[in-house]
């Protein structure tokens, strides 16, 4: 599955517990300095599976250049509304 085709939440990700996906989101968002293996490792460690992990990372490009708001990222729930700072208005991602 590509990321970037959802059509709603993402089943293997959004079933994931609330503190586990934040954590996932917080380093998709914030981690800059780790590579890809780097954080797919990370996500293991902290209890996802090898193909959660995956996947998380595939998002890594959407979560790095926008800003959601609250829970309407594109993992629970297939697109973001990010917040553009030209208009000041939130818009779907």
Known sequence: MNPNDAKGPDPLLASLPNLLLALVEDQLSNNESSGDEELRNYFVTCGLTT???DR?????????TDIY?????????????????QTGWLEPA
């Open 51 to 53: 193909e959660q992990a």
């Open 69 to 85: 708001w609250g829970s309407a990222t594109p993992v629970r729930t297939g697109i973001g509304l990010r917040y553009n700072p």
């Open 56 to 64: 998380a990372v595939q998002y890594r490009p959407a979560y790095a």
